[in-house]
T-cell receptor, first 115, second 109 residues
């Protein structure tokens, strides 16, 4: 158990819909990361937040957005869903998010299926 | 793009040491070598990391060559539960973790 929690575990929805994935970081961690893992793309970094502010952006689509709240939990919003958005979505957290010696701890993931 | 090169797959007999190699010939002086593994579709699990010196923890040992261009992750007594995809990543902290394709380790009874 990494200490990072994600809800829901599974999500099945239809094309065109909008969903929200939630992540609670480990106690004391200020930085949250979101990753997407699909069969053909592997693990891809989407976005990072540090203490409520966006810190880094990866290959995140404009239809996707995220935020980190004052209690440090984070939500990833996916809208206008397409079949290709079906994937595992992982959240990770780390103490600071800038130091190379602080490892990231990953949650169990949310499996999104778009029908 | 990942800055590391790993063999796509390896086998290891249960109870023996598993030695997983990684090449990172373009590593910069401020970049650490990190190892993660992913068992089936679970979240990646942190294993170990190092800068220059060899490192050991309860899970594994990390051997980094003197020129830092390659490293080896050692699982001293592999068990069936160590079957996973192992990712070697170079990381400076200023860029996100970049996962390549990793090495699929199969531990065989």
């Amino acid at each position: 158990d990494s200490g990072v929690t994600q809800t829901p575990k599974h999500l099945i929805t239809a094309t065109g819909q909008r969903v929200t994935l939630r992540c609670s970081p480990r106690s004391g961690d200020l930085s949250v990361y979101w990753y997407q893992q699909s069969l053909d793309q592997g693990l891809q970094f989407l976005i990072q937040y540090y203490n409520g502010e966006e810190r880094a952006k990866g290959n995140i689509l404009e239809r996707f957005s995220a935020q980190q709240f004052p209690d440090l939990h984070s939500e990833l919003n996916l809208s206008s869903l397409e079949l290709g958005d079906s994937a595992l979505y992982f959240c990770a957290s780390s103490v600071t998010g800038q130091d190379p010696y602080n490892e990231q701890f990953f949650g169990p993931g949310t499996r999104l299926t778009v029908l | 793009d990942a800055k590391t090169t790993q063999p796509p797959s390896m086998d290891c007999a249960e109870g023996r040491a598993a030695n997983l190699p990684c090449n990172h010939s373009t590593i910069s002086g401020n970049e650490y070598v990190y190892w993660y593994r992913q068992i089936h579709s679970q979240g990646p699990q942190y294993i170990i990391h190092g800068l220059k010196n060899n490192e050991t923890n309860e899970m594994a040992s990390l051997i980094i060559t003197e020129d830092r261009k390659s490293s080896t992750l050692i699982l001293p007594h592999a068990t069936l539960r160590d079957t996973a995809v192992y990712y070697c990543i170079v990381f400076s902290g200023n860029t996100p973790l970049v996962f390549g394709k990793g090495t699929r380790l199969s531990v065989i009874a």
